[in-house]
């Protein structure tokens, strides 16, 4: 099951507004702020695609093109050590710091989807590209119940030996 709703390539997720008593979203992914409300779920499936499609005729009428979600470019803040490290191994495999940190993505994502459901207290998982090692560390805490857990990313980077 999933919370998105997707129309036209557009995403939404619906929130509610307690004391409002309203459905409340917007268009996920892109920059323009397209946001709307509803007050039963119909409704807000309605007015989710009726923003959509008064978004792209107002694009059309303004001879602007409509953004595009998930166009591919994001800003990703790391650690001035990290971001040389990085660097610095894209440049000795002879690939660009967007092709290592796609590759690290999609790598990441894979093994994701490759989780088991139902994962015991503790639960560690390495994804090597070369020289980088993402680890994934899922720790039970003694304020959680047994269905919450807190998600720990570190990175390391391994040094090449000849």
């Known amino acids: 099951m999933s919370d998105f709703l997707e129309y036209k390539g557009y995403k939404t997720r619906p929130e509610f507004q307690k004391d409002s008593m309203t459905f409340y979203g917007r268009i996920e992914g892109i920059v323009d ?13 309605d007015a989710f695609h009726e923003s959509v499609d008064d978004y792209l005729e107002i694009c059309k009428e303004m001879g602007k093109d409509p953004e595009k979600p998930y166009k591919g470019v994001f800003n990703v803040r790391v650690s001035p050590e990290t971001h040389k490290e990085a660097a610095e191994l894209a440049f000795r495999k002879e690939i660009t710091l967007n092709e290592l940190v796609g590759t ?3 790598k990441y994502i894979a093994s994701e989807e490759e989780e088991p459901k139902g994962m015991a207290n ?39 030996h000849d």
């Open 33 to 45: 702020k397209i946001v709307f409300e509803a007050e039963s779920v119909q409704e807000f499936i």
């Open 104 to 106: 690290a993505i999609r």
């Open 122 to 160: 503790f639960y560690t998982r390495h994804i090597n590209i070369d020289d980088v090692i993402l680890t994934k560390k899922n720790i039970m805490t003694e304020y959680s119940n047994d269905e919450d857990m807190v998600l720990k990313h570190m990175c390391h980077t391994r040094r090449q």
